[in-house]
């Protein structure tokens, strides 16, 4: 079944991008809750996801009573960044409200890999949402 964010496949648009810190410098994914430390991902807005919240129990060991929140952003999707001759995929990891469709809130490697200037606050790039079929570490 296709979710919310299919509309929003491959389609390259002027957008913008932040950073956030990591909670005691770690993250378990979010919303997505994979439950794996990927140093470079992003938290994308609500237009993306759909608008009915259903959280699963996770079949992970990594938390107890992990749950994770059951959406098609959460499957195979990725975001690609394109910003001074730099490109970027990472996973989605997270919904941050106030974000529009091409505003992101990116961890900050994927920041400081992106931009040297930890204070230069929102950066223009190109952001397109694609399928990503296999993450690195």
Not at 109 to 134: D, S
């Amino acid at each position: 079944m296709p979710g919310v964010v299919d509309q929003w496949l491959n389609k390259p648009k002027t957008g913008r991008f932040v950073w956030h810190a990591l909670t005691n410098a770690h993250s378990y994914g979010g919303e997505c809750g994979l439950g794996i430390q990927y140093p470079y991902h992003a938290c994308v807005g609500r237009d993306l996801w759909s608008p009915v919240k259903k959280w699963v129990r996770s079949c992970l060991t990594d938390i107890p009573n992990h749950y994770i929140r059951n959406d098609q952003v959460c499957v195979n999707k990725c975001v690609k960044i394109e910003y001074k001759n730099k490109t970027l995929i990472m996973p989605i990891m997270d919904e941050t409200d106030y974000l529009k469709p091409y505003e992101l809130d990116i961890s900050e490697p994927a920041f400081k890999y992106l931009e040297m200037n930890p204070n230069a606050g929102w950066c223009t790039a190109t952001v397109t949402y694609i399928r990503c079929e296999k993450l690195g570490n």
